[in-house]
């Protein structure tokens, strides 16, 4: 199934509001005079707390009462890293805890998808969390190459602060959302309701964690793989009860443990040796996986935090991280309205190694099934059903395995970046440039050593002979150059429009050269190695669709099959919240939420 026709919609919607949603709701080219009467409609409504309508229509100040508004006291955001749409279609059946019940009491949006190219972590969580395209809020990619420095930046890679780990354990670097360039909706509902708001936030990936708390936050804690250290940095807070939690419960407690099937063998789809699955170190093909680092270790080694992070254990131990912190923090009972982000980023370790049609992704979803029971039962009984919201999503899918995808007779395969820059750098040598002419190839993007770019922009023939050398690379589909992407032409191709949409002109490469359906990028020395395993990144729906589900305060169960995108999730929470976006790329999935009657 090859990608499908995705309009720009998402990228000209105008304003909408919950309750005036529809009526307003424009597409194409904004009709300007209808944008300013609803503006200035939307504006009046969102000042909301202590406005009500008189029935002339003029704003008044509210003598009912000094009341707050009703809104949830606590907001909820669960990323799943790495999970496909068609997870929840083919396996809810399994489920019994959370994810059964985000499905049977929540609102379902089964169409849902990211209408840009760079289906990466870091861009994925930047999206949910500032409700912007990755063009506005600069995360277009895990990491870039920084043209003024001459070396690879990860996105929150930041010189100006340092990390620091929890219990004593060591860690490295300093990581922060700097690179970030919108608030978070997390740090603008903190912002705007006075500062009773705590921000809390957990995830195994620094990219995760930071992108949904912001560029503050009470508490935003990581994991440093390498070291088995729970981590923050400067512009967040060291919280005590994490500094409890982690001596009490370390990571190597876990060690000795397996991970076993949890479901009848019978119960499984697929194979149960999934093809063309790469390994772990220390782990057989085939279930159990025993957590004992490297084969004859007897102690914690880096091989023992590679398979933990591979495994549901992770996800457990975030689970109860969130949960101690709702104790500790009292989250839901400031008064205001907390946020509680997590991301669990095991799936994504798990799919990369065993692709979507394993039973080890399938395992994994029991799993976090379960954990998010707890969690939701937890928060019933803390904060007391009905009084806080869930968003639940993903940062994006995953391709399947490519010699999996062979077997069905369709063409699938991986490109080879050391053959492309080979033949990029072979195009351009009749044309005697200064070598090297490629800086860096780093995923879809080609960045040409400078000014080599500038240069060939005014040498059609140069130009020509590069991008037919791109072209010429098997795998190869399409390749568009860095002026195409920013001049926002409108056109038919949805690649180029994706591409655009995550495009950011200091970070992005001078060329975007894109793969087909079904191929992967292989940035191995070589090029040569057996490629195992799977990827993400492209704008093909595999890759762009993810699941997204509400649930709790405000929200109207039902399954919705209108196409949207996690940028509206920020939006719909903003309108729960009475929080206003900076930039509103996305929309208020005003379906999915209660109509109910002005307070
Ligand atoms: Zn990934």
Redesign the pocket.
């Known amino acids: 199934m090859l990608t499908q026709v995705r309009k720009r919609q998402t990228a000209r919607l105008v304003l909408d509001f919950a309750k005036f949603g529809e009526a307003f709701m424009t597409f194409g080219k904004p009709d300007r005079r209808r944008q300013r009467v609803f503006l200035i409609v939307a504006i009046l409504f969102a000042c909301g707390p202590g406005w009500t309508q008189t029935p002339k229509g003029r704003p008044t100040t509210s003598t009912k009462s000094a009341a707050k508004p009703a809104r949830p006291k606590l907001v909820v955001v669960i990323v799943v890293?790495?999970m496909r749409a068609d997870y929840v279609d083919k396996f809810r059946g399994q489920w019994s805890g959370g994810l059964k019940r985000l499905v049977d009491e929540g609102a379902w949006f089964r169409a849902a998808a990211y209408p840009y190219a760079a289906t990466?972590?870091c861009v994925g969580h930047a999206t949910i969390s500032t409700g912007a395209f990755p063009m506005h809020h600069g995360m277009v990619a895990n990491s870039w190459w920084d043209r003024d420095q001459q070396k690879m930046v990860t996105c929150t890679s930041d010189p100006s602060v340092n990390n620091t780990a929890y219990a004593g354990a060591r860690t490295q670097g300093g990581d922060s959302a700097w690179r970030m360039l919108l608030p978070s909706y997390a740090e603008e509902l903190k912002f705007q309701t006075g500062g009773a708001t705590r921000v809390v936030t957990f995830s195994l990936k620094a990219r995760a964690a930071l992108t949904l708390a912001g560029h503050k936050a009470d508490a935003a804690t990581w994991w440093d793989s390498s070291t088995g250290a729970w981590v923050t940095s400067g512009p967040y807070r060291t919280m005590p009860f994490i500094e409890e939690f982690v001596k009490q419960h370390p990571v190597a407690a876990d060690y000795g443990k397996t991970w076993s099937l949890s479901l009848p063998r019978s119960e499984y789809w697929y194979d149960e040796k999934a093809f063309g699955a790469g390994t772990v170190d220390g782990w057989g093909a085939t279930f159990p996986f025993p957590l004992r680092g490297k084969e004859g270790a007897t102690s914690p080694d880096e091989a023992f935090y590679q398979q933990w992070s591979t495994s549901p254990f992770a996800d457990t131990y975030l689970t109860k991280l969130a949960e101690t912190a709702v104790d500790s923090l009292g989250l839901g009972k400031s008064g205001g309205c907390d946020y509680l982000g997590i991301s669990y980023s095991s799936t994504?370790?798990v799919?990369?190694t065993f692709g979507p049609r394993s039973w080890e992704i399938e395992d994994m979803l029991v799993g976090l099934d379960k954990d998010l029971g707890d969690l939701f039962g937890h928060l019933d009984q803390k904060v007391g059903q009905g009084n806080y919201v869930v968003a639940l999503s993903a940062d994006?899918g995953?391709a399947p395995i490519p010699s999996d995808m062979q077997k069905t007779g369709f063409d699938a395969g991986v490109v080879s970046l050391s053959e492309l820059q080979g033949r990029l750098e072979k195009a351009l040598e009749p044309f005697n440039f200064a070598k090297p002419v490629i800086a860096r190839i780093a995923g879809n993007d080609v960045y040409l050593a400078q000014p080599i770019y500038g240069q060939l922009r005014h040498d059609p023939a140069a130009m020509k002979a590069l991008l037919d050398g791109a072209l010429a690379t098997p795998g190869v589909a399409e390749v568009f150059r860095a002026e195409e992407l920013a001049d926002g032409f409108e056109t038919l191709s949805e690649a180029r429009t994706a591409a655009e949409l995550s495009y950011f002109a200091s970070r992005s490469g001078d060329l975007f050269v894109l793969q087909k359906p079904y191929w992967l990028t292989d940035g191995s020395a070589t090029g040569k190695k057996t490629y195992t395993g799977t990827?993400?990144?492209t704008p093909y729906y595999y890759d762009q669709r993810v699941p997204i589900l509400f649930m709790g305060y405000g929200i109207q169960h039902g399954e919705y099959f209108e196409r949207v995108t996690p940028l509206d999730i920020a939006p719909t929470l903003g309108a729960l919240t009475g929080i206003t976006l900076a930039v509103h790329d996305g929309r208020v999935l005003s379906e999915g939420l209660q109509k109910r009657a002005a307070k």
């Open positions: 890293d790495q990466e972590t994504d370790y799919g990369h994006h995953v990827g993400h990144g």
